[in-house]
T-cell receptor, first 115, second 113 residues
Framework: AQKVTQAQTEISVVEKEDVTLDCVYE???????LFWYKQPPSGELVFLIR??????QNEISGRYSWNFQKSTSSFNFTITASQVVDSAVYFC????????????FGAGTRLTVKP | KAGVTQTPRYLIKTRGQQVTLSCSPI?????VSWYQQTPGQGLQFLFE???????NKGNFPGRFSGRQFSNSRSEMNVSTLELGDSALYLC????????????FGPGTRLTVL
């Protein structure tokens, strides 16, 4: 069975603070893909990053960075120097390497960045 | 390139009615997946279509169905609507295989009264 857990339901920070969103996953597949999506109030899910199970390199994109650790089955997302525009719900998702596009999402973390 | 488009954006129906939602994927993308998002259940996979064939299906009753046309556009149908079907329905477009990233449309917000 595949499962994604985002234990943090809501996080509130003040602008310019760093914040880390946690994601823990479960899968029996050796090949799988992990994703982060951002959902602003408009509702559309915006793709942020994809990682495959064979690539544990951390990634940085501007103020965003991701830490993938297979040993702890975690794929955490850090926003450095948060901004009000970062306020949204963030979803971590898992997809099997088998030939299907059934993606399992975590419950999401609502991030509020206050000015 | 234009993104994924979904129509209509908002819909209000009454119990017992049926509804059809439409999704146009990114040009060149051949796979379309549908998801239901509710406050209680979160994001749940409905089904996926690839080359006009249903390739995968989630755990939803038969009232939920879909199809894909030769131009990759997809429609989703819900018959005999129930109050619990009120949700944001999201469509995701994929180039082809499971290694590709899903890109989502803005969703259709369905309210069942």
């Amino acid at each position: 069975a595949q499962k994604v857990t985002q234990a943090q339901t809501e996080i509130s920070v003040v602008e310019k603070e760093d914040v880390t969103l946690d994601c823990v996953y479960e899968t029996r597949d050796t090949t799988y893909y992990l994703f982060w999506y951002k959902q602003p109030p408009s509702g559309e899910l915006v793709f942020l990053i994809r990682r495959n199970s064979f690539d544990e390199q951390n990634e940085i994109s501007g103020r965003y960075s991701w830490n993938f650790q297979k040993s702890t089955s975690s794929f955490n997302f850090t926003i450095t120097a948060s901004q009000v525009v970062d306020s949204a719900v963030y979803f971590c998702a898992l997809k099997s390497g088998r030939n299907n596009n059934d993606m399992r999402f975590g419950a999401g973390t609502r991030l509020t960045v206050k000015p | 390139k234009a993104g994924v488009t979904q129509t209509p954006r908002y819909l209000i129906k009454t119990r017992g009615q049926q509804v059809t939602l439409s999704c146009s994927p990114i040009s060149g993308h051949r796979s379309v997946s549908w998801y239901q998002q509710t406050p209680g259940q979160g994001l749940q996979f409905l089904f996926e279509y690839f080359s006009e064939t249903q390739r995968n299906k989630g755990n939803f009753p038969g009232r939920f169905s879909g199809r894909q046309f030769s131009n990759s556009r997809s429609e989703m149908n819900v018959s005999t609507l129930e109050l619990g079907d009120s949700a944001l329905y999201l469509c995701a477009s994929v180039l082809a295989g499971s290694t590709d990233t899903q890109y989502f449309g803005p969703g259709t917000r369905l309210t069942v009264l």
